[in-house]
Nanobody, 120 residues
Framework: QVQLVESGGGSVQAGGSLRLSCTASGSIFSIDAMSWYRQAPGKQRELVAAVLRGGDITYEESVKGRFTISTDSARKMVFLQMNSLKPEDTAVYYC??????????????WGQGTQVTVSS
């Protein structure tokens, strides 16, 4: 079993900052990618940022220059620093991880989500 737990969401005014954290735990042999997705009401879940084990990073176009994804591989954590927040960033943010467990099975899991609300 692999679990992902997010923290750090909340409410902030436009222009403010928040930092999301996510910790992966359980039967994890290796992690190939960690990511952040978000889902706004009435919209599909979309990729916000992802980092691969080799270090490659990708961002959704609208967050480039404002959001920064980083990891602490030793603690199996991923972070999302969000600056210059806009009302359109309001969504539930989900942490995702893909890797291999100790039985050598591939896993892909989501956290429970954390609400980010940006007011104008």
């Amino acid at each position: 079993q692999v679990q992902l737990v997010e923290s750090g969401g909340g409410s902030v005014q436009a222009g403010g900052s928040l930092r999301l954290s996510c910790t992966a735990s359980g039967s994890i042999f290796s992690i190939d990618a960690m990511s952040w997705y978000r889902q706004a009401p009435g919209k599909q879940r979309e990729l916000v940022a992802a980092v691969l084990r080799g270090g490659d990073i990708t961002y959704e176009e609208s967050v480039k220059g404002r959001f920064t994804i980083s990891t602490d591989s030793a603690r199996k954590m991923v972070f999302l620093q969000m600056n210059s927040l806009k009302p359109e960033d309001t969504a539930v943010y989900y942490c995702g991880a893909r890797g291999t467990d100790y039985s050598k099975a591939v896993f892909a899991h989501w956290g429970q989500g954390t609400q980010v609300t940006v007011s104008s």
